[in-house]
C-alpha cells in the first residue's frame, strides 16, 4: 500500500513525490497560494462542537505516542465557565529515533498554526502554548517567524478570525524546554511550562479537567494538530479512505488506524529521512522503496518501530505491517512515533540494550522507586554483561527486573518505566543467544557452605 499523493509533506517536497534539495520555508503567502487555511475558513462557518464531532468521527489518532482518539481527548473538557482554557502543543520531540515534528516545523509552520487555531476555536481554548524542546533553536525561531505571520492576518490575537474565546482574544506563544526527555511526558510537559521542575502528575485528574495552571487544557502533538486542518477541509471519510480499518468483527471501541502517518527512519538504511505513507505499510516496503534498501546490501536484523520505549521488532518480523496495532501483532509496546531505527546483521544487541538503559537511566526523573533504581540497577547489569563479567543469572534478573518495571499499574507515575521495561524485555527475548553467549555460567555457592570456609 501507498498515498496516492503526500498530505502533511504537500509542501515539503519528499520521494516519491519530490527531491528534498527543493524544500524551502513555506510562509503565509505561499501558505495561503498553496490552498493553506482553507480548513480554518470552513471551522469557523461551523459550530464548534461539529468541528469536535467530525474529528472524533475521522478516528484521528494521536500522533505523540500513545495513540489516543484526538477527538476523544477534545470531547472530554467540562463545559466553559468563562476562565482560561489552554493548549499545549508538544513539540518535546525527545525519544530516541523521532524526528518527524521537526521536519513540519522547519518547513511548513502554518500547517500546524491552522490546526492549532482550529483546535482552540473547536475545543474553545484561549491560550495555546507551543512547548518546543530546548535543543530545537532553530526550529524556535522558524516558529516564532510564522507565528508573527498569523498575527499579522488575523489568526490569533485582537480581532483573530477565529473571534473571542472566552471573553479573551486567542494568544498562541512558543514556549521552549530546557531538554530534558520527561518534559515530553505531558502532565511533566505541563510542569515544565508552569516554571517547575518537569515531574510528570499523578493521573486523575487528567489535563483535559485540570491541567496547566489549574485548567482544562488539551495536550496534542504536532503532528496530531497539523493532521486536523486537512480533516477539516477534506472531511471524515477522505482521512478514512487511507490506512487500515479495524479487524473485523472488533467492536467500535477498538480505535482503527486511519490516515497518513510520517515514519521518520534512521539507521542503517540507504536513504534516511521522513516520509509519509498511509498507516499499514510494511517495515519492509519502507526499507526496500522509499529509504533504498539496507546500507551496503547488509542483511536486516532488527527494528526499532517507534522510537526506543516501544522495544524493537526481531529478524523475523521484517515484515511487519506498521500500523497502531503493531505491539499485539508483534511483541512490542506499539507504533509510539513511528520513529523506525533500522539495525543491520552486524549490530551489537548487547551494546545496544545497554545504551539504552543508559538513557532511560539518566532520564528518569526519579520519583517512583522502581524507575530510579531499576533503571540504574538494569544498565550497570548490562555494562557488566557487555564486558564479559555478567553471569546467566544476571540475565534471569535483568528480564524480572525489566518485566515487572511499570508493568503493574499503580506503581510508576508516568509511562517512562513502561518505555525501559519493554525496550530491555523485548531485546533480550528476541536476541537472547546473543546474551547467553556473552555471559558466565553461574556457579552457584549455597550460603551455609559459604559461611563455613
Ligand atoms: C516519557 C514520555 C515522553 C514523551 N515524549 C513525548 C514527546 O516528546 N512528544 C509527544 O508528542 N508526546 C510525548 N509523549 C506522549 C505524551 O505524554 C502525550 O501522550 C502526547 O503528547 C499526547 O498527544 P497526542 O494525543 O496528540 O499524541 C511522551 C510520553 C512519555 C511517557
Ligand atoms: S516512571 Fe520514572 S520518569 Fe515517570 S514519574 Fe516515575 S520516576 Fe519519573
Same mark, same amino acid.
Not at 484561549?126 to 532553530?138: C, K, M, N
Given at each position: 500500500?501507498?498515498?496516492?499523493?503526500?498530505?502533511?509533506l504537500q509542501?515539503?517536497?519528499?520521494?516519491?513525490?519530490?527531491?528534498?534539495?527543493?524544500?524551502?520555508?513555506?510562509?503565509? @503567502?505561499a501558505?495561503?497560494?498553496?490552498?493553506?487555511?482553507?480548513?480554518?475558513?470552513?471551522?469557523?462557518?461551523?459550530? &464548534?462542537?461539529?468541528?469536535?464531532?467530525?474529528v472524533?468521527?475521522s478516528?484521528?489518532?494521536?500522533r505523540?505516542?500513545?495513540?489516543?482518539?484526538?477527538?476523544?481527548?477534545?470531547?472530554?473538557?467540562p463545559p466553559?465557565?468563562?476562565?482560561p482554557?489552554?493548549?499545549?502543543?508538544?513539540?518535546?520531540?525527545?525519544?530516541p529515533?523521532?524526528?518527524?515534528?521537526r521536519?513540519l +516545523?522547519?518547513? @511548513?509552520?502554518?500547517?500546524?498554526?491552522?490546526?492549532?487555531?482550529?483546535?482552540?476555536?473547536?475545543?474553545?481554548?484561549?491560550?495555546?502554548?507551543?512547548? *518546543?524542546?530546548?535543543?530545537?533553536?532553530?526550529?524556535?525561531?522558524?516558529?516564532?517567524?510564522?507565528?508573527?505571520?498569523?498575527?499579522?492576518?488575523?489568526?490569533?490575537?485582537?480581532?483573530?478570525l *477565529?473571534?473571542?474565546?472566552?471573553?479573551?482574544?486567542?494568544?498562541?506563544?512558543?514556549?521552549?524546554?530546557?531538554?530534558?526527555?520527561?518534559?515530553?511526558?505531558?502532565?511533566?510537559?505541563?510542569?515544565?511550562?508552569?516554571?517547575?521542575?518537569?515531574?510528570?502528575?499523578?493521573? &486523575?485528574?487528567?489535563?483535559a479537567?485540570?491541567?496547566?495552571f489549574?485548567?482544562? +487544557?488539551? *495536550?496534542?502533538?504536532?503532528?496530531?494538530?497539523?493532521?486536523?486542518?486537512?480533516?477539516?477541509?477534506?472531511?471524515?471519510?477522505?482521512?478514512?479512505?487511507m490506512?487500515?480499518?479495524r479487524?473485523?468483527?472488533?467492536?467500535?471501541t477498538?480505535?482503527?488506524?486511519?490516515?497518513?502517518?510520517l515514519y521518520?527512519?534512521?539507521?542503517?538504511?540507504?536513504?534516511?529521512?521522513?516520509?509519509?505513507?498511509?498507516? #499499514?505499510?510494511?517495515?519492509?516496503e519502507?526499507?526496500?522503496?522509499?529509504?533504498?534498501?539496507?546500507?551496503?546490501?547488509? $542483511?536486516?536484523?532488527?527494528?526499532?518501530p517507534g522510537?526506543?520505549?516501544? #522495544?524493537?521488532?526481531?529478524?523475523d518480523?521484517?515484515?511487519?505491517?506498521?500500523?497502531?496495532?503493531?505491539?499485539?501483532k508483534?511483541?512490542?509496546?506499539?507504533?509510539?512515533t513511528?520513529?523506525?531505527?533500522?539495525? @543491520?546483521?552486524?549490530?551489537?544487541?548487547?551494546?545496544?540494550?545497554?545504551?539504552i538503559?543508559?538513557?532511560?537511566?539518566?532520564?528518569?526523573?526519579?520519583?517512583?522507586?522502581?524507575? $530510579?533504581?531499576?533503571?540504574?540497577?538494569?544498565?550497570?547489569?548490562?555494562?557488566?554483561?557487555?564486558?564479559?563479567?555478567? +553471569?546467566?543469572?544476571?540475565?534471569d534478573?535483568?528480564?524480572?527486573?525489566? #518485566?515487572?518495571?511499570?508493568?503493574? &499499574?499503580?506503581t510508576?507515575?508516568?509511562?517512562?518505566a @513502561?518505555?525501559?521495561?519493554?525496550?530491555?524485555?523485548?531485546?533480550?527475548?528476541?536476541?537472547?543467544?546473543?546474551?547467553?553467549?556473552?555471559?558466565?555460567?553461574?556457579?552457584?555457592?549455597?550460603?551455609?557452605?559459604a559461611?563455613?570456609r
Amino acid at each position: 500500500m501507498s498515498l496516492e499523493a503526500p498530505v502533511l509533506l504537500q509542501r515539503i517536497p519528499t520521494p516519491p513525490w519530490g527531491d528534498p534539495r527543493d524544500r524551502k520555508l513555506v510562509g503565509i @503567502d505561499a501558505y495561503f497560494d498553496s490552498g493553506g487555511y482553507e480548513g480554518l475558513k470552513k471551522a469557523i462557518g461551523t459550530e &464548534p462542537s461539529e468541528i469536535v464531532d467530525l474529528v472524533k468521527s475521522s478516528e484521528l489518532r494521536g500522533r505523540g505516542g500513545a495513540g489516543f482518539p484526538a477527538g476523544m481527548k477534545w470531547s472530554f473538557l467540562p463545559p466553559e465557565d468563562g476562565n482560561p482554557r489552554y493548549l499545549a502543543v508538544n513539540c518535546d520531540e525527545s525519544e530516541p529515533g523521532t524526528f518527524k515534528d521537526r521536519l513540519l +516545523t522547519d518547513y @511548513d509552520p502554518h500547517l500546524i498554526l491552522e490546526g492549532i487555531a482550529i483546535c482552540m476555536y473547536a475545543c474553545r481554548l484561549d491560550t495555546a502554548y507551543f512547548y *518546543i524542546r530546548g535543543e530545537y533553536h532553530q526550529q524556535a525561531r522558524t516558529m516564532e517567524f510564522a507565528l508573527q505571520e498569523a498575527y499579522e492576518h488575523r489568526i490569533f490575537g485582537e480581532k483573530a478570525l *477565529i473571534g473571542e474565546i472566552n471573553g479573551r482574544s486567542p494568544q498562541c506563544y512558543v514556549h521552549r524546554g530546557a531538554g530534558a526527555y520527561i518534559c515530553g511526558e505531558e502532565t511533566g510537559l505541563l510542569e515544565s511550562l508552569e516554571g517547575k521542575r518537569g515531574w510528570p502528575r499523578i493521573k &486523575p485528574p487528567f489535563p483535559a479537567v485540570a491541567g496547566a495552571f489549574g485548567r482544562p +487544557t488539551i *495536550i496534542n502533538n504536532v503532528e496530531t494538530l497539523a493532521m486536523v486542518g486537512p480533516i477539516v477541509e477534506r472531511g471524515a471519510s477522505w482521512f478514512k479512505s487511507m490506512g487500515v480499518a479495524r479487524p473485523e468483527g472488533a467492536p467500535p471501541t477498538v480505535p482503527a488506524s486511519y490516515g497518513p502517518k510520517l515514519y521518520g527512519i534512521s539507521g542503517h538504511v540507504n536513504r534516511p529521512g521522513v516520509y509519509e505513507d498511509q498507516l #499499514g505499510v510494511r517495515l519492509s516496503e519502507l526499507i526496500e522503496g522509499l529509504c533504498g534498501g539496507m546500507l551496503g546490501g547488509k $542483511r536486516f536484523k532488527a527494528a526499532v518501530p517507534g522510537g526506543i520505549s516501544m #522495544g524493537v521488532l526481531g529478524t523475523d518480523q521484517y515484515d511487519a505491517v506498521l500500523d497502531f496495532d503493531v505491539g499485539k501483532k508483534y511483541g512490542c509496546l506499539g507504533l509510539g512515533t513511528a520513529g523506525v531505527i533500522v539495525m @543491520d546483521e552486524d549490530t551489537d544487541m548487547v551494546s545496544v540494550a545497554r545504551n539504552i538503559a543508559r538513557f532511560f537511566s539518566h532520564e528518569s526523573c526519579g520519583q517512583c522507586t522502581p524507575c $530510579r533504581e531499576g533503571s540504574g540497577w538494569i544498565y550497570k547489569m548490562l555494562c557488566r554483561i557487555e564486558a564479559g563479567d555478567g +553471569t546467566t543469572r544476571d540475565l534471569d534478573l535483568l528480564l524480572e527486573l525489566a #518485566g515487572s518495571m511499570g508493568a503493574m &499499574p499503580g506503581t510508576t507515575i508516568c509511562g517512562l518505566a @513502561d518505555g525501559t521495561n519493554w525496550a530491555i524485555r523485548t531485546i533480550v527475548n528476541k536476541f537472547w543467544s546473543e546474551f547467553e553467549a556473552r555471559v558466565q555460567k553461574q556457579r552457584y555457592v549455597s550460603l551455609a557452605l559459604a559461611g563455613d570456609r
